[in-house]
């Protein structure tokens, strides 16, 4: 039998290049090897997104974009967490075997305190109860579909970390009930570099959206950052914003072909970004135009959605009246 992978994406704003090269593609790539389960974590980006319409939205085009990119939900299983109340079941259980300080350590509140504290602020200023126990609720998420892996950023690292070892000492106490489930992460695209050479981030306003219209991306790829090289001198795509772009969308023939262009001179950085367009729209324009079909018919989303949903309860049921039964709740 195959292993089981799983993995998560908040719904947080529209999916850029960064996502899809660090996440979305290698998660896609596991159907070969695995059983493989996507959702749309979309109470996870409630600690964020408070605002419905913006909420809606932002679901619509994440699971467009994972439709448009190739998920296909006969072969993987594809909800929205909202939709598997079992989830938030199991999270208030697990909570009970969570020790507070694991949530103290949890690198997301960790990092909001010391901010708070480098303004002086009280440590807990804006630090809602969703964002202190978020990890919790991802352990439900994981522990919920007996997940073996949990392919995932550097940054979620601790948080797969914490649902292994909260499946151990529940396992402990009550048998072998929980699967115990381990990060696998993709070392080769942690950092995609975005417009300033900086990780790409919605945070830092970086981004090269996956699906843009030509001229958009044009405008976008015309911002990428470079040297002030001329177009005769000879330049190293090692060290260029475009290249690293260029070359994860490349074939290895194109790659080598261009780095050739690049050391000989005569190169404008015009040129390389003309390069990278025509790559990116050659790889991704079909997708993109499935997208924005997806997103004039979104009744065809709410479908898959209400299909994968029906597909996820029959298993939650199942691990929560496991659950349920060593627990002794009935
Ligand atoms: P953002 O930083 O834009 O808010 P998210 O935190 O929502 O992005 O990231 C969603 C997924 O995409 C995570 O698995 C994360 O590791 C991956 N990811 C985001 N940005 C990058 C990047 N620049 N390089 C590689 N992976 C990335
Ligand atoms: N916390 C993850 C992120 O910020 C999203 C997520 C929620 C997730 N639940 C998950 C990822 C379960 C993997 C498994 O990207």
Redesign the pocket.
């Given at each position: 039998m195959k292993q089981i992978s799983l993995t998560g994406?908040?719904p947080?704003?529209t999916p850029?290049l960064?996502?899809y090269?660090?996440?979305i593609r290698p998660a896609l790539d596991l159907v070969k090897n695995f059983e493989t389960v996507y959702f749309i974590a979309d109470y996870h980006a409630l600690t964020t997104v408070q605002d419905g319409s913006t909420m809606r939205d932002n679901i619509y085009k994440v699971a467009a974009t994972w439709l448009a990119l190739g998920l296909n939900p006969e072969e993987g299983l594809f909800y929205k967490q909202s939709d598997i109340p079992e989830i938030f079941e199991l999270s208030w259980v697990l909570s009970c075997f969570t020790p507070k300080g694991f949530m103290n350590r949890a690198h997301a509140y960790k990092d909001k305190v010391n901010k708070n504290v480098a303004l002086g602020e009280d440590p807990d200023s804006n630090v809602n109860m969703g964002l202190y126990c978020y990890p919790c609720l991802m352990d439900a998420d994981i522990l919920m579909f007996n997940a073996n892996v949990v392919p995932?950023?550097k940054?979620?690292k601790q948080h797969v970390e914490f649902a292994r070892d909260i499946a151990i000492r529940f396992n402990k106490k009550y048998g072998e009930i929980l699967t115990v489930p381990e990060p696998l992460i993709q070392e080769e695209?942690?950092?995609?570099p975005?417009l300033d050479g900086r990780?790409?981030?919605?945070?830092y306003d970086n981004?090269i959206e996956i699906f843009l219209d030509s001229k958009s991306l044009k405008k976008k790829i015309g911002k990428i950052v470079t040297n002030a090289q001329s177009i005769e001198e000879p330049k190293d795509p090692d060290t260029c914003n475009v290249f690293a772009l260029y070359k994860l969308f490349a074939t290895r023939e194109q790659t080598t072909a261009l780095a050739e262009r690049y050391r000989a001179g005569g190169l404008g950085w015009g040129h390389a970004k003309a390069e990278l367009q025509a790559v990116l729209e050659e790889r991704l324009g079909a997708a993109r135009d499935q997208y924005f079909h997806l997103l004039s018919h979104t009744e065809e989303i709410d479908k898959i959605l209400a299909y994968g949903a029906e597909k996820a309860r029959i298993r939650s049921k199942e691990t929560m009246s496991r659950v349920r039964e060593v627990l002794g709740v009935f």
């Open positions: 994406i908040k947080t704003g850029h960064g996502n090269l660090g996440a995932v950023g940054d979620q695209t942690d950092v995609i975005g990780k790409m981030s919605k945070s981004t």
